[in-house]
C-alpha cells in the first residue's frame, strides 16, 4: 500500500533529510551573520541538492535595500565566504531568483504585513503550503520586538503551513532574563516550534561524542566514577576581542562560551544514554546532567571558580595589546576573558568526579576538547624501582582543530631495561575522512526546516545551564574586579588557574 | 609540496609484496615533509579486462582514497600463456584542508591465462584482515563462472557497473540470485549514478496535492536513446523504469507492441509502460500520467545539469528547475562504496526491470 503521507519516490534516496517546501525569513538580513555565515550555508545546501524544491529566501531589515541589492549583495557574500561559490555562479543565479527584500524597522507592524504578502504570493506562485521559518540574526536586543511582531500579525499562527522559529544565542545574559526572554517566546510560539541555534552544536565531532560513547561498547563501561579520576573540558581561543569590544565587554567569557559551548560539552559527556536519538530523548537526558550539577554559592565558589582578564603580552609571535586596551573596552573593565571552573555532576555515575573547565581568549592557542583523565593503576609492577613514573590513561576527544580521538597509554621501551614510556594512539578524522565536514550552519538550517530538533537547545536545558553560572556572575557583578586576575596574552589563564587542579592533587593536561 | 605524491611502481614476486610495501610505506614517511597517515578501511580488489580498463581504475582510488582510504589489488585479466607479474605503489595525496598527506597503497598483478580459481588464490592472501572486502568488476559484467561465484561469495561487496553488461537479463539473474542473506551485498555503479536523477524526478511528488495522484498514475513513459551494441533498452531506461513502476505497485507486464516510438507495455489494471527511443541520451525524461487530471514530467538536460519539472494537475500547470547533480565516475565509484548491504530499492527496481525486459526480449 502506498502511504499517501510519504513521497513513495523520496525513500531510500541518499537524501532523505528533505525539507518541504518553505520560506526562510532572515530577520536582519544585512548584517554580519546573514553575509558570512547564513546564505553561504543555504547556497551550499542549494548546490548539494538539500533545499526544498521549491523556497524562497525573504531578508527583513531596516536598510533601504531592494530585491536587486539585496541579491548581489549576497552573491559578493557567497564569494567571499564559501569555498564552493566560485566555480558555481551559473548555479548562483538560479538560486538568487529565490531571493527578495523586505524593508522595515523591526518595530513597524506594516512590514510585518508586507512579509505576510511576500510569504502567501510564494505560496500561491508555486502551488505550495505557506511554511516559513523566522531566523533572528537581530541583535539580542530586537528579539522581543520582532516575536510580538510575528504574534500580532499572524505570521506565527499556522495557518496553511507550519512556522517555526529560530533563535541565535545568547539566550538571554542571565537566567532572569532568559526566562522573560522563553516566557515571550512561548506566547508566541509553542516549545515545539522553537529552534534556540548555537552553532556549536551543528559541528560533526560534537554530534560525534554520542556516537562514539554509545556506538562503541569499549568505551561505556570505563566511563563513569569507578574508573575515571576527573574531566578536564577546554575551550581556548588564541584570538583576543577581535572588533568586538562593546559586546564581549558587555557579556564576558563564561556568557559567550561557557554557558553554551561549554556546558553542551559537559552534557554530553556525562549524560546516560537516550532511550532514543529523538530530540526530546537526548535532550532530556542533557537537562538531567546540567540539573545534576552541584550549585556553587558562598566559600564553594570562591575555591571553585576562577577569573581572568588578559594584560599585554604575545600571540602567533606578535605584541598583542592587553584586553582594557581593545578598542569599544571600559578602562575599568571588570568583564573576564578567561574562566575556570571545577563542577561536581551530583549523580550516580559522576559521584566524586571533578570536571574542570576552562575557557578562555589569548590563550596560546585555539583548542577545544575534552579529556577523560583514567585513575592511576596500582604502583606495585612497574612503580618504584623502574624507570619513568606511572602515569595514568588520558582519552581525549578533539573538537577542534584537527578533529579526532587520542588514547594515552604506557608501554615497554624496547632494550634489556624496564623503562616505560607513554605513547599515544591517535586517530583523526582528516585521515580517515578526507573529505571537510560540512559547516555547522548548513547542518542546523536544514533541521530547522526538516523539523529536528536535536541539535538546538531547548528551553528548560537553557534555563538549567544557567542555573550554574548565575551565580558565579551575581558574585562578580557585585565584587567588581576584586578577585579578578590577571594574565599575560598568551599564558594558559592566571596562575590561581594552575591552583584549582593543584589543590586536588592535579594538574591541567598541556593540550 | 606536490598534492600528490607516488612512490613510484615497483616490480615485485607475488611472496615479497607485504615486504616491499612495508619499505614503500617506510620511504614515504621519510619524504613527506607533512605527516602521513596511514589508514585503510577497506581492501577492494578490482577484475579488470585490459590494462587501460586497469589504469582507469588506479586513477578513480587514488582519487576516492580520502573517503575511502583502502589497499586496492588490481588484477588484470588477459587470456594467454598462464604468466603472472605483479608491482606495487604506494601514493600520497595533501590533504589542502588540513597539513598532512593521506596515503593508500595499490598492488598491480597482471594475470594470463589464469581462471578465477587461481586468480582468487593470489588475492586472498593479500586481503587485509578486519576490513571490508570489496570486489570489482571494472568494465564487465558478472562471468558465468562457478570460480567466479566462489571468489564474490567471499567478498562483503561487488560492485559492478550495469552500463557495461553486454547481457543485461544475464546480470539482472546474477544479481538476484547473489543477492540472498549470507551474500555479498551487490552495488550496481549504474545505479548510484541515476541517484541525481531519481532525486530531482521526486520532487514532482514533494507537493501534498501532486502526491494524491500516485494512486491515480496509470501511464509511465521514460524516454531514452536506442543503444548501439545489441541491447534492446539502455540500462538507465530500466532501472529507472523499474524503480518507478516499482514504487508505483505495478506488476503482471505483458507486451503490448513495438513501433517506430518504441516499445509499449501493459501491466495489470491495464496500466501503461512506453519506452520510446527518441531521445539522444541513455536517460533523457521521465513523464507519468493520472488519465486526463494530472500528469508529472521531467526532462534531464545533462549538458545544463537540470531538471525541469512539469506538473499538471486540471487546468493549473507549474514549471520549476531542479539541479541535476551529476556524479563524476569517481564521485559515483565513491557513493558505491558508501553501500555495507544491497539497496533494496535497487532490488526490487532491479526484479521489476527483469520482468519488463523478459517481455521486450520474447
Do not use: K, T, V
Given at each position: 500500500m502506498l502511504n499517501l503521507a510519504e513521497n513513495p519516490f523520496r525513500e531510500g534516496l541518499t537524501v532523505e533529510r528533505a525539507a518541504e517546501p518553505c520560506a526562510v525569513v532572515i530577520f536582519g538580513a544585512t548584517g554580519d551573520l546573514t553575509r558570512r555565515k547564513l546564505i553561504p550555508a543555504l547556497f551550499s545546501l542549494y548546490l548539494q541538492g538539500l533545499s526544498p524544491a521549491k523556497f524562497a529566501i525573504i531578508g527583513f531589515a531596516r536598510r533601504p535595500w531592494s530585491d536587486d541589492y539585496f541579491r548581489e549583495h549576497m552573491r559578493s557574500a557567497v564569494l567571499e565566504h564559501s569555498s564552493a561559490s566560485a566555480s558555481n555562479l551559473g548555479a548562483w543565479e538560479t538560486f538568487a531568483r529565490s531571493l527578495s527584500y523586505v524593508q522595515s524597522s523591526?518595530?513597524?507592524a506594516d512590514g510585518y504585513l508586507r512579509l505576510k504578502e511576500r510569504i502567501a504570493e510564494f505560496s500561491a506562485a508555486n502551488g505550495v503550503p505557506r511554511n516559513a521559518v523566522f531566523y533572528l540574526a537581530t541583535p539580542p536586543s530586537e528579539y522581543a520586538a520582532v516575536i510580538g511582531n510575528l504574534g500580532a500579525s499572524g505570521l506565527a499562527d499556522e495557518d496553511g503551513g507550519w512556522r517555526r522559529i529560530i533563535i541565535e544565542k545568547p539566550v538571554g545574559t542571565d537566567r532572569a532574563s532568559a526566562r522573560e526572554l522563553n516566557s515571550h517566546v512561548r506566547g508566541v510560539f509553542p516549545e515545539s516550534r522553537v529552534y534556540r541555534i548555537d552553532h556549536f552544536l551543528g559541528k560533526e565531532t560534537v554530534q560525534n561524542i554520542l556516537v562514539f560513547r554509545f556506538a562503541n561498547s569499549i568505551f561505556e563501561p570505563l566511563w563513569n566514577t569507578k574508573y575515571v579520576d576527573h574531566v578536564q573540558i577546554t575551550v581556548a581561543e588564541s584570538v583576543g576581542v577581535e572588533g568586538r569590544g562593546a559586546f564581549f565587554d558587555r557579556a564576558g567569557i563564561v556568557r559567550d562560551l561557557m554557558q553554551n559551548h561549554q556546558l553542551q560539552l559537559l552534557t554530553l559527556t556525562a549524560m546516560e544514554p537516550p532511550s532514543s536519538v529523538d530530540a526530546d530523548a537526548v535532550r532530556a537526558e542533557k537537562v538531567k546532567v546540567l540539573q545534576a550539577v552541584r550549585p556553587l554559592s558562598g566559600e564553594d565558589l570562591v575555591k571553585s571558580v576562577v577569573r581572568g582578564q588578559y594584560a599585554a603580552g604575545s600571540s602567533q609571535g606578535a605584541h598583542v595589546p592587553g584586553y582594557l586596551d581593545e578598542p569599544d573596552v571600559a578602562p575599568d573593565s571588570g568583564t573576564e576573558t578567561f574562566a575556570a571552573a571545577r563542577l561536581m555532576v551530583d549523580n550516580w555515575r559522576w559521584a566524586g568526579v571533578p570536571f574542570y573547565l576552562r575557557v578562555g581568549k589569548r590563550l596560546p592557542k585555539k583548542v577545544t576538547e575534552i579529556c577523560l583523565q583514567f585513575k592511576a593503576v596500582p604502583g606495585i609492577l612497574f612503580g618504584a624501582g623502574h624507570r619513568r613514573e606511572m602515569t595514568p590513561n588520558l582519552l581525549v576527544m578533539r573538537i577542534q582543530p584537527d578533529e579526532g580521538i587520542s588514547l594515552r597509554f604506557t608501554c615497554k621501551e624496547p632494550g634489556p631495561s624496564m623503562s616505560l614510556q607513554q605513547v599515544r594512539m591517535e586517530f583523526h578524522y582528516g585521515a580517515s575522512f578526507g573529505a571537510p565536514s560540512p559547516e555547522a550552519y548548513e547542518r542546523l538550517l536544514l533541521d530547522a526546516a526538516i523539523g529536528e530538533q536535536s541539535l538546538f537547545a531547548r528551553e528548560d536545558e537553557v534555563d538549567a545551564a544557567w542555573r550554574i553560572v548565575d551565580p558565579m556572575l551575581a558574585h562578580w557583578a557585585e565584587h567588581g574586579r576584586e578577585g579578578l586576575s590577571s594574565y599575560r596574552a598568551g599564558a594558559w589563564g592566571p596562575a590561581e588557574s594552575l591552583d584549582l587542579l593543584r589543590r586536588d592533587g592535579r594538574r591541567w593536561r598541556r593540550v | 609540496m606536490p598534492e600528490s605524491v607516488e612512490t613510484g611502481s615497483y616490480p615485485v614476486q607475488l611472496a615479497d609484496i607485504e615486504g616491499q610495501l612495508s619499505r614503500l610505506w617506510g620511504q614515504s614517511v621519510r619524504s613527506g615533509g607533512s605527516s602521513s597517515a596511514r589508514t585503510v578501511v577497506l581492501t577492494l580488489v578490482a577484475l579488470c579486462r585490459d590494462s587501460a580498463s586497469a589504469s582507469a581504475v588506479s586513477k578513480s582510488v587514488a582519487a576516492v582514497a580520502a573517503d575511502h582510504p583502502s589497499r586496492a589489488i588490481i588484477v588484470t585479466s588477459q587470456p594467454g600463456e598462464p604468466d603472472i607479474s605483479a608491482s606495487v605503489s604506494v601514493s600520497c595525496q595533501l590533504l589542502g584542508h588540513l597539513d598532512r598527506r593521506l596515503c593508500s597503497e595499490q598492488i598491480h598483478i597482471e594475470a594470463r591465462g589464469m581462471d578465477f580459481e587461481r586468480i582468487g588464490s593470489f588475492v586472498q592472501p593479500l586481503v587485509l584482515p578486519d576490513v571490508p572486502l570489496v570486489l570489482w568488476l571494472a568494465g564487465s559484467g558478472?562471468?558465468?563462472?562457478p570460480a567466479f561465484d566462489r571468489l564474490a561469495q567471499v567478498c562483503d561487496r561487488v560492485l559492478l557497473d550495469m552500463r557495461t553488461a553486454r547481457e543485461a537479463a544475464a546480470v539482472f539473474d546474477w544479481v538476484l540470485g547473489a543477492s540472498q542473506p549470507g551474500g555479498p551485498a551487490v552495488v550496481d555503479l549504474a545505479w548510484v549514478a541515476l541517484a541525481p536523477h531519481r532525486l530531482a524526478f521526486a520532487q514532482l511528488f514533494d507537493p501534498e496535492p501532486s502526491r494524491a495522484f500516485v494512486p491515480r498514475i496509470d501511464s509511465v513513459t521514460i524516454r531514452s536513446n536506442r543503444p548501439g551494441d545489441g541491447a534492446r533498452v539502455s540500462a538507465e531506461a530500466l532501472l529507472i523504469g523499474g524503480w518507478i513502476v516499482n514504487r508505483l505497485g505495478w506488476g503482471g507486464f505483458s507486451f503490448a507492441r513495438e513501433d517506430s516510438a518504441g516499445v509499449h507495455l501493459t501491466a495489470l489494471g491495464g496500466r501503461q509502460l512506453h519506452l520510446l527511443f527518441d531521445a539522444a541520451s541513455p536517460l533523457s525524461g521521465v513523464a507519468l500520467g493520472a488519465g486526463a487530471e494530472a500528469s508529472f514530467e521531467a526532462n534531464f538536460d545533462e549538458e545544463r545539469q537540470e531538471a525541469l519539472l512539469t506538473s499538471r494537475v486540471g487546468a493549473q500547470t507549474s514549471e520549476t528547475a531542479a539541479r541535476l547533480t551529476l556524479h563524476t565516475a569517481d564521485q559515483v565509484l565513491c557513493g558505491a562504496l558508501e553501500f555495507s548491504e544491497i539497496d533494496p530499492l535497487y532490488a526490487r527496481a532491479l526484479a521489476s526491470a527483469s520482468a519488463i525486459l523478459a517481455q521486450i526480449q520474447t
Open positions: 523591526f518595530g513597524d | 558478472a562471468p558465468a563462472d
